[in-house]
């Protein structure tokens, strides 16, 4: 394995494209208002019209099963590239351990590694409407809740919010997310198969667990900013924090819902 640390190293830090990436407002792909507000558009609209055709949900399961399959995976595999790439990156781009919490301000452009993967992961988000167009081929209505499509629309502007202010602390979201996701997505790649492991539970522990951390590391950048010159992206941050405090409300009475009554019924 330490023999192929300097390949990974390069590929996910130090490939020409990744050290010289820059996010240039209305110049990089997806860096523009329009691209986000046209992308969020589109999903809601499609989601809309195909939940309203009633054949839709008549595609082959085996053919949806293999997309399924497919698509999980991909996600799998981007999700542990994401994890490692930006944890190897923000090591290196990092001048102090200071700088995980609190980007310095108007000194924070947003280029260099640990952007590139903040880019990856937006374009991500939008790959994960897939997810959305899977759910409803395969006729399961009761899967598109209002915290799916909600988290699906909101976590693309987040991710823009991220490049477009430098926010601060993102690195360490994106790590703790993507890590999440390599769980969920090996879990929904096993599901494509027909085997429902028993740990389920845990992805949507792992999913509350994520936003109380964000909470917990959050106390540590709002200490550098308001006991120094401040954090870059602190508005970005709070429009964050709203949206963390509102997907763990839909999280916790998510979990409620679909486990801790089973449980309670199980108990009786």
């Known amino acids: 394995m330490a023999?192929?640390?300097p390949n990974i190293h390069y590929w996910l830090v130090d490939h020409p494209t990744i050290t010289n990436f820059e996010w240039k407002p209305n110049h990089t792909w997806g860096a523009s208002l329009l691209f986000l507000s046209t992308t969020i558009l589109a999903y809601l609209l499609l989601t809309f019209t195909l939940r309203r055709i009633p054949?839709?949900?008549?595609?082959?399961?085996?053919?949806?099963?293999?997309?399924?399959?497919?698509?999980?995976?991909?996600l799998l595999i981007l999700s542990l590239a994401m994890a490692v790439g930006c944890s190897l990156s923000t090591l290196s781009q990092m001048p102090n351990h200071r700088w995980i919490f609190c980007f310095p301000p108007n000194q924070t452009p947003p280029r260099g590694p640990v952007f590139f993967w903040a880019q990856i992961f937006y374009f991500s988000k939008i790959?994960?409407?897939?997810?959305?167009?899977?759910?409803?081929?395969?006729g399961s209505d009761r899967r598109l809740s209002f915290l799916h499509v909600y988290h699906h629309s909101v976590v693309l502007?987040?991710?823009?919010?991220?490049?477009?202010t430098s926010q601060s602390l993102f690195p360490v979201a994106l790590v703790t997310n993507a890590s999440v996701h390599v769980l969920m997505y090996a879990y929904y790649l096993l599901a494509a198969f027909g085997w429902r492991p028993w740990w389920k539970v845990l992805v949507t522990d792992c999913q509350i667990i994520q936003f109380v951390f964000s909470f917990m590391v959050s106390f540590v950048m709002l200490y550098y900013h308001f006991t120094g010159s401040g954090c870059s992206g602190f508005l970005g941050w709070c429009f964050n924090a709203?949206?963390?405090a509102s997907l763990l409300a839909l999280f916790t009475n998510f979990y409620f819902k679909n486990y801790a009554k089973k449980n309670k019924g199980k108990t009786v």
Do not use: G, K, P
């Not at 502007?157 to 477009?164: K, P, T």
């Open 3 to 5: 023999n192929h640390r």
């Open 127 to 138: 790959l994960e409407f897939i997810d959305t167009l899977l759910i409803i081929l395969s």
């Open 55 to 74: 054949s839709i949900a008549t595609v082959n399961s085996t053919f949806v099963r293999l997309i399924s399959a497919v698509h999980n995976l991909i």
């Open 157 to 164: 502007i987040m991710c823009y919010v991220w490049l477009s």
């Open 242 to 244: 709203v949206f963390n």
